[in-house]
């Protein structure tokens, strides 16, 4: 990798960390160069827009991580219900190492961008879209029905979103550890086998 494409590799990894501690607004473009290490002209030669392509940057990397490790879960995974209780487990543990200071720096990012700048909406639908379909295709492995399959995938995002506000509110890992356990149980019940029990 040339030392240009680690400056911009640099610049997007420490927005990452940046959104997810203090918040889009609450990271100025000084935060995020003091923090990558990068020369202050590559950020605008690889972000000519500048904080706002920086914001898209994160959200596709965080993005690409995330469902990175939703596909090795799913492939060591041998039920739906699995795939949902180690990656909420994955999740409860990295917000208790960051005593809970830290968040999604894509919910973050976008609930103060999304809906007025549309690239960061769209970068942000892509990837919960991405880490839903995931989860969709795990289901239909496990011959739930087409249309219960794409409705469960979506409300386990959705609700996985909420518990990790909660988590940063209650300062504790239960909303989300609750929302898995009610997850597994409704994902269980959706499986063929189970419907005809």
Known sequence: MSAAAKHRDAI?????????????AGTGLSDILGASGAPKGSLY?????GKISIGVAAIEFAGNKVAATLEE????????????T????????????????DGCPITTTLLELAPEHEDI????????GAWACIIE?????SEVEAPRAHRLS?????TI???LVQMRVQKSAAPLLDAAAELELLFESALPNRRSG
Do not use: H, T
């Open 12 to 24: 997007v990894q420490s927005a990452v960390a940046l959104f997810r501690k203090q918040g889009y």
């Open 45 to 49: 030669y690889y972000f000519p827009n």
């Open 73 to 84: 879960l799913a492939r060591q995974s041998d039920s739906p219900s699995r795939l949902i």
């Open 86 to 101: 180690q990656y909420c487990g994955l999740l409860a543990g990295w917000m208790k190492q960051s005593e809970f200071r």
């Open 121 to 128: 909406r769209q970068a942000g639908e892509a990837a919960f």
């Open 137 to 141: 295709q795990a289901l239909l492995r």
């Open 154 to 158: 979506r409300m386990a995002m959705a």
């Open 161 to 163: 979103s909420g518990a």
